[in-house]
């Protein structure tokens, strides 16, 4: 089990449908499912980022439900889940708090469902994790996939998640799931 | 590839909290995060299996939708991942569907969050599906999980998936993707 393994779900920026560089709205179902399956695969912690204050104000009223009100007594494993979920208004945020909390230099690593010219393979990636005791930050892009804007904080990119078929559009919540799978699995 | 897998999302006969046999209402992210997953590793059929009229309707009303309504053009990669969703009112009309359409005994394979004694890992249950040209209908659980008294239908079980850690309560969206990648992934 590798120890220090953090996830973000970026919300800017990152591309619409049309292409244009947008902030997206932060979705419930979103912080459910990527923080459950975070939990499953020991991961440390679940960034969500928007720099939208009204959004943060969403996500914080969910993970107060969660974490400490009715949704405590209602769903306790939901708030083993929440209790990994962490919220920063930008990736630069996110990085410099890692980097605080454990004291090392953060390996950023993007996905995409778009090939990357350099990308490592998951089990690339696996490898690199288990020779490396620094944190690594995996960043799954909403939208229509996290803008080139973001692309120098990069240090890594991971292969899209292909099945067998030529169908390419898994949601956000599959990738992460997936990705950790493969990352994490046994 | 193999090319013979259906899958299944059951709403009845389902526990819930409690550990009542109860109909779970149809969600509408599980139609879209299934159908992406399984379009994307080659399902043929996404079946979901409601004994609810009015959920039944429900279902329809999405499916015509992203199949015939406005969400053709604006997003047609979605209408690639309804074609293959397909609606049943039972488990048992489901086996029967799947074995008019092939002509073959369907292998029928449950999953659960829980261990069953006789379960076969992903490994196991790849080799068999490699072996076996009749068709496999992985069945997928809503709510607290599939009943036991559907138990009967079983042919095989399948592993739960556990992370790495103590923490088992991915969504059935999260677990069905995972299922298929370690099923079908490259």
């Known amino acids: 089990m590798y120890k220090n393994l953090y996830i973000a779900l970026l919300h800017y920026p990152v591309y619409n449908k049309r292409g244009d560089v947008v902030t997206t709205a932060v979705t419930n179902l979103d912080i459910h499912d990527i923080s459950r399956a975070a939990r499953t695969y020991g991961v440390k912690g679940f960034y969500i980022i928007t720099p939208i204050e009204q959004q943060q104000a969403f996500v914080e009223r969910i993970l107060h439900h969660w974490q400490k009100g009715y949704g405590v007594t209602y769903n306790p494993s939901r708030k083993q889940a929440f209790d990994i979920v962490r919220l ?89 799931a997936i990705t950790l799978d493969r990352l994490c699995g046994q």
Chains 1, 2 share one sequence.
């Not at 690593?109 to 944190?135: G, I, Q």
């Not at 799954?140 to 169908?167: H, L, M, Q």
């Open 88 to 176: 920063e208004s930008t990736l630069e945020d996110t990085i410099l708090a890692i980097s605080k909390e454990t004291g090392d230099r953060v390996n950023v690593v993007f996905t995409s469902a778009a090939s990357h010219k350099k990308h490592l393979t998951c089990e690339d990636l696996k490898e690199k994790m288990s020779e490396n005791k620094d944190p690594f930050l995996i960043v799954f892009g909403t939208g229509w996939g996290i803008a080139e804007e973001a692309i120098e904080k990069a240090d890594f990119f991971v292969e899209p998640i292909r099945g067998n078929s030529d169908y390419n559009h898994l949601s956000v919540r599959s990738a992460a």
